[in-house]
């Protein structure tokens, strides 16, 4: 089951279609479609999880796209607090990955959807990424409560002074600032659209008190 530095994940119901595999590795391109089920500890809610792309296995080089659904973070706490050490109650997350890997050099894209996203502890008072947490939410869950994040990556996996966990928290920092910075135009340019069609005054103390606000989200 789950330990503190790690875990064997486990699969069930694998699907697999692997074509031109040797051993030795070759100079060959291994093509691979993988589907599977991925259980998750006591929550009877099993992770679906497809892999599919190729992989010069010789030299690593690889082009893949990894989609994941209904993953349970608080089970994978091992591994996400090596990101962050925020504490998830409950969360699930879906995913889709592009995985890019050339002559060492490794670029992600990731597009990631949380539900259900409770916290049991921040990083630090009400904070998590340098981010009020409070005003972070309610920035990016949409309608349906659902948070929304894309990361970019990409790092020389040869490079052993160079860390996976760093680079993605830092990825995650930026793509989070910038989601926000987004949304805050957009809020603002339909506030203004809205006071504009009813003519309304616009007060300026109440909005100089709007706009610290909004900067004091970007505070660390």
Do not use: C
Request: proline share 2%; net charge neutral.
């Amino acid at each position: 089951d789950v330990q503190e530095g790690g875990f064997v994940i486990a699969l069930n119901e694998i699907d697999a279609t692997i074509d031109n595999i040797a051993l030795p590795f070759s100079d060959d391109k291994t093509f691979y479609k993988i589907s599977a089920r991925l259980p998750q500890g006591h929550d009877p809610r099993t992770a679906e999880v497809k892999i599919s792309g190729r992989t010069q296995f010789k030299t690593m080089d690889t082009d893949a796209n990894i989609i994941a659904q209904g993953i349970s973070l608080p089970y994978f706490e091992p591994y996400y607090r090596q990101v962050t050490q925020a504490a998830i109650g409950s969360a699930y997350l879906d995913s889709r990955i592009s995985l890019l890997i050339e002559r060492n050099d490794l670029r992600l894209n990731a597009d990631l959807e949380i539900s259900q996203l409770v916290f049991r502890a921040y990083e630090s008072e009400n904070q998590i990424f340098g981010l009020h947490v409070d005003e972070l939410l309610s920035f990016l869950r949409d309608r349906s409560g659902r948070l929304k994040l894309q990361i970019d990556a990409r790092w020389n996996i040869a490079d052993r002074s160079m860390k996976a966990r760093d680079i993605i928290r830092k990825s995650i920092e930026r793509s989070l600032k910038k989601t926000m910075i987004g949304n805050v135009g957009n809020i603002l340019e339909n506030a203004l659209q809205k006071i504009s069609e009813q003519g309304t005054k616009i007060n300026g103390d109440n909005l100089e008190e709007k706009i610290k606000k909004l900067k004091g989200l970007f505070k660390t």
